[in-house]
């Protein structure tokens, strides 16, 4: 082993100790006042600005909430046993604020931006505000690209588009993270050359988890970066062990990580996963800060802290580089209460909500959304000419099939025209259901949905209905791959293109093996 | 949070009648006086603080303690905080008049902290320093405290001027920390 000697080190450091400066240092400074369940009483810091991160003793980062005549509230991010009373605060005269740029993507971060996934610090010099004003009228326009999901109940049905605040709600193991994560992972698309070519641009994720287990969120990252869906993802995290101020902060963390790529022109998709815990960790903040409490104890701006994030979605005008920020909240129902304080709250801020039901995934319908009740308000604009024409039908044949589903019971009692609308919706309910982590290109949604709302399955038993979307799709890939090419660059169906579909699809009844 | 409002207003208005009637240098003196004797005096706040005592035998005990000590128009300020039942606040009271007339008359109450006792010159030098950077006439407050090791800190307001080798440790176990200093 190679040997070191004392006084060879102590040379090195008075040579690297030397360049070390002592000027007066000039800051601002107050004192603790009280401390105590996250919150600290705080006087002096005189000129202090709100959301303003102070330091405390033993590197407790604070941000200032409350601004007295004679004393300032802060919520600190850290432990509140680390700060007594009569310690000194310092003023870092920065405005919470997150690193935010293409660095990020494939990291795992708290809400303050430090990285929390061992792969060492995140080398940026862009830093924005957490609380960023939304944009007005004239900075905006319409939603007009979509969003694919790749689930085909909700790309045909319930359309998001780039720009557009979608609110994906349900109780709780009804599968609205699942929808969420698929949503990520099909975003893999957008990346490619090919997507490229036909003039689509590559969507940007951040998912952010507030309030969930770590295990849960570990999980989640482990599940996008086996699907390859970390290149183009940041994961903003404050779990449930951390203080509320964290969980509080979090989406407009997210928010601000989606805001850079809309502002550069880019496009970005970002997820709240989920909002109530959030509300209900504002509650504890505010009600810690002695504010009055309303509504199931929620504070008077509990509505703003909401419409505030989601109003940073937007479209960009061109003028401003067209780029996007999608939001898709998700929010936590009791028992499937939507008339609760918060779900309400949210339902009315976003563009439309996808509504995921326990009783349909409980009798297999996965993803569990009712068609019924789910809206999207704006997406339509942005579906694509081909699936807006199949969606047509499709949205049709399901609300008859849900009017009479009630009479389904009575069987062979009644009249054809019934039977067969029945017929034709349990093999369309059947055609929508969806493995996890699989979503399916527009171009195959397209067909199967085509096929089903054509009575291609009719003759068909509903058990079957998957294998033959599955056999159906295949065999339209390896004989008939020009019907999907025309379908992507020209977006539409043209009358030769159904006839060739129809004939298409009449050779593959011919060769289809039915079980029964 | 509450306290602070009144004694702002109450402290206001002693400023300013004391500006009209031209006699702000006796009631500062005044005031110092009272402050002074209520802080040193444990027993005395808190015959002030008692709900128990009438406000009368309260203003009889003043009376008795302060008069040929200070002016008439401070005894009737007192009397007048007494008589809408804000004696408690007295001493905060005296306290933000004695800042108000400070930020008035711009002066600013500059702490001192050292580790050693500053030489006479090492004061002058100090104050006239200070006058310049921050314009304004300055009073000094010394203090000597040990923790700083070597150094000074000067505080104004809330903002430090901070010359310490304490706060130079800090700042250079921070930078051996971040790994700017590298030891190869």
């Given at each position: 082993?190679?040997?070191?000697?004392?006084?060879?080190?102590?040379?090195?450091?008075?040579?690297?100790?030397?360049?070390?400066e002592s000027?007066?240092?000039?800051?601002?400074?107050?004192?603790?006042?009280?401390?105590?369940?996250?919150?600290?009483?705080?006087?002096?810091?005189?000129?202090?600005?709100?959301?303003?991160?102070?330091?405390?003793?033993?590197?407790?980062?604070?941000?200032?909430?409350?601004?007295?005549?004679?004393?300032?509230?802060?919520?600190?991010?850290?432990?509140?046993s680390?700060?007594?009373?009569?310690?000194?605060?310092?003023?870092?005269?920065?405005?919470?604020?997150?690193?935010?740029?293409?660095?990020?993507?494939?990291?795992?971060?708290?809400?303050?931006?430090?990285?929390?996934?061992?792969?060492?610090?995140?080398?940026?010099?862009?830093?924005?505000?957490?609380?960023?004003?939304?944009?007005?009228?004239?900075?905006?326009?319409?939603?007009?690209?979509?969003?694919?999901?790749?689930?085909?109940?909700?790309?045909?049905?319930?359309?998001?588009?780039?720009?557009?605040?979608?609110?994906?709600?349900?109780?709780?193991?009804?599968?609205?993270?699942?929808?969420?994560?698929?949503?990520?992972?099909?975003?893999k698309?957008?990346?490619?050359?090919?997507?490229?070519?036909?003039g689509?641009?590559?969507?940007?994720?951040?998912?952010?988890?507030?309030?969930q287990?770590?295990?849960?969120?570990?999980?989640?990252?482990?599940?996008?970066?086996?699907?390859?869906?970390?290149?183009?993802?940041?994961v903003v995290?404050?779990?449930?062990?951390?203080?509320?101020?964290?969980?509080?902060?979090?989406?407009?963390?997210?928010?601000?990580l989606?805001?850079?790529?809309?502002?550069?022109?880019?496009?970005?998709?970002?997820?709240?996963?989920?909002?109530?815990?959030?509300?209900?960790?504002?509650r504890?903040?505010?009600?810690?800060l002695?504010?009055?409490?309303?509504?199931?104890?929620?504070?008077?701006?509990?509505?703003?802290?909401?419409?505030?994030?989601?109003?940073?979605?937007?479209?960009?005008?061109?003028?401003?580089?067209?780029?996007?920020?999608?939001?898709?909240?998700?929010?936590?129902?009791?028992?499937?209460?939507?008339?609760?304080?918060?779900?309400?709250?949210?339902?009315?801020?976003?563009?439309?909500?996808?509504?995921?039901?326990?009783?349909?995934?409980?009798?297999?319908?996965?993803?569990?959304?009712?068609?019924?009740?789910?809206?999207?308000?704006?997406?339509?604009?942005?579906?694509?000419?081909?699936?807006?024409?199949?969606?047509?039908?499709?949205?049709?044949?399901?609300?008859?099939?849900?009017?009479?589903?009630?009479?389904?019971k009575?069987?062979?009692?009644?009249?054809?025209?019934?039977?067969?609308?029945?017929?034709?919706?349990?093999?369309?309910?059947?055609?929508?259901?969806?493995?996890?982590?699989?979503?399916?290109?527009?171009?195959?949604?397209?067909?199967?949905?085509?096929?089903?709302?054509?009575?291609?399955?009719?003759?068909?038993?509903?058990?079957?209905?998957?294998?033959?979307?599955?056999?159906?799709?295949?065999?339209?890939?390896?004989?008939?791959?020009?019907?999907?090419?025309?379908?992507?660059?020209?977006?539409?169906?043209?009358?030769?293109?159904?006839?060739?579909?129809?004939?298409?699809?009449?050779?593959?009844?011919?060769?289809?093996?039915?079980?029964? | 949070?509450?306290?602070?409002?009144?004694?702002?207003r109450?402290?206001?208005?002693?400023?300013?009648?004391?500006?009209?009637k031209?006699?702000?240098?006796?009631?500062?003196?005044?005031?110092?006086?009272?402050?002074?004797?209520?802080?040193?005096?444990?027993?005395?706040?808190?015959?002030?603080?008692?709900?128990?005592?009438?406000?009368?035998?309260?203003?009889?005990?003043?009376?008795?303690?302060?008069?040929?000590?200070?002016?008439k128009?401070?005894?009737?300020?007192?009397?007048?905080?007494?008589?809408?039942?804000?004696?408690?606040?007295?001493?905060?009271?005296?306290?933000?008049?004695?800042?108000?007339?400070?930020?008035?008359?711009?002066?600013?109450?500059?702490?001192?902290?050292?580790?050693?006792?500053?030489?006479?010159?090492?004061?002058?030098?100090?104050?006239?320093?200070?006058?310049?950077?921050?314009?304004?006439?300055?009073?000094?407050?010394?203090?000597?405290?040990?923790?700083?090791?070597?150094?000074?800190?000067?505080?104004?307001?809330?903002?430090?001027?901070d010359?310490?080798?304490?706060?130079?440790?800090?700042?250079?176990?921070?930078?051996?920390?971040?790994?700017?200093?590298?030891?190869?």
């Open positions: 082993m190679a040997e070191v000697r004392p006084d060879e080190i102590s040379a090195i450091l008075r040579k690297q100790l030397s360049g070390f000027e007066v240092d000039i800051y601002d400074v107050g004192t603790v006042l009280q401390i105590g369940d996250g919150i600290a009483r705080v006087y002096g810091l005189s000129k202090v600005m709100a959301t303003e991160l102070v330091e405390f003793p033993n590197d407790v980062i604070g941000m200032v909430l409350n601004l007295d005549e004679d004393s300032v509230g802060c919520v600190l991010f850290g432990e509140s680390l700060v007594k009373e009569g310690d000194t605060v310092k003023r870092t005269k920065r405005v919470a604020s997150i690193p935010v740029g293409k660095e990020l993507l494939g990291r795992v971060v708290n809400p303050l931006g430090k990285p929390i996934d061992g792969k060492g610090a995140i080398n940026t010099d862009k830093f924005l505000p957490i609380e960023r004003k939304a944009l007005g009228v004239i900075q905006r326009q319409g939603v007009k690209e979509p969003v694919q999901t790749g689930i085909a109940a909700i790309d045909a049905m319930i359309p998001i588009g780039r720009g557009q605040r979608e609110l994906i709600i349900g109780d709780r193991q009804t599968g609205k993270t699942a929808v969420a994560i698929d949503a990520i992972i099909n975003q698309n957008t990346h490619t050359e090919e997507a490229k070519s036909l689509i641009k590559p969507v940007y994720c951040v998912y952010v988890a507030i309030g287990k770590s295990s849960t969120v570990a999980q989640v990252v482990a599940k996008l970066q086996e699907h390859g869906a970390m290149d183009y993802t940041t995290v404050a779990s449930a062990w951390e203080p509320a101020p964290l969980q509080y902060i979090a989406p407009y963390s997210g928010a601000t989606g805001e850079y790529f809309r502002d550069n022109g880019m496009h970005s998709l970002v997820i709240y996963d989920d909002l109530s815990k959030q509300a209900a960790a504002y504890e903040l505010s009600l810690l002695r504010r009055p409490p309303g509504r199931e104890a929620y504070p008077g701006d509990v509505f703003y802290l909401h419409s505030r994030l989601l109003e940073r979605a937007s479209k960009l005008s061109d003028e401003l580089g067209g780029g996007s920020l999608t939001a898709l909240p998700i929010i936590e129902t009791q028992q499937g209460d939507v008339s609760a304080y918060i779900p309400t709250n949210v339902i009315s801020i976003t563009d439309g909500q996808i509504y995921l039901e326990s009783s349909l995934f409980n009798s297999g319908v996965r993803p569990a959304i009712n068609v019924g009740i789910s809206v999207s308000r704006v997406g339509g604009n942005a579906q694509i000419k081909a699936m807006k024409k199949v969606a047509g039908s499709l949205k049709l044949d399901l609300a008859q099939y849900r009017e009479l589903e009630a009479f389904a009575f069987g062979s009692d009644l009249d054809q025209s019934t039977l067969k609308t029945l017929n034709k919706g349990a093999r369309l309910v059947e055609l929508l259901k969806q493995g996890q982590y699989a979503p399916i290109p527009v171009e195959k949604q397209i067909v199967s949905i085509f096929l089903g709302t054509k009575g291609f399955m009719d003759s068909i038993i509903v058990a079957d209905v998957k294998r033959f979307e599955k056999e159906a799709l295949e065999y339209f890939e390896v004989k008939h791959r020009d019907i999907f090419e025309t379908l992507k660059k020209e977006k539409d169906i043209s009358k030769e293109l159904e006839a060739k579909i129809n004939s298409a699809a009449q050779d593959f009844l011919k060769v289809f093996k039915k079980t029964a | 949070m509450g306290d602070f409002r009144i004694l702002h109450y402290a206001t208005s002693l400023l300013e009648t004391s500006l009209e031209n006699n702000l240098d006796v009631v500062t003196i005044d005031f110092n006086l009272l402050v002074e004797t209520l802080e040193q005096s444990r027993e005395l706040q808190s015959m002030l603080d008692s709900p128990v005592i009438r406000p009368e035998l309260k203003l009889n005990i003043l009376r008795e303690i302060f008069d040929n000590k200070i002016s128009d401070s005894m009737d300020f007192i009397e007048f905080v007494i008589s809408k039942n804000r004696e408690s606040l007295l001493s905060s009271i005296g306290k933000r008049f004695l800042e108000l007339r400070d930020d008035h008359l711009g002066i600013a109450n500059v702490f001192v902290t050292s580790v050693t006792e500053f030489s006479n010159d090492q004061k002058n030098l100090l104050q006239t320093r200070l006058e310049k950077i921050l314009d304004k006439k300055v009073r000094l407050n010394f203090k000597t405290d040990i923790i700083l090791v070597g150094g000074f800190i000067a505080k104004v307001n809330d903002t430090l001027y010359a310490s080798i304490r706060h130079q440790l800090e700042l250079l176990k921070k930078q051996f920390l971040t790994g700017e200093i590298s030891l190869n």
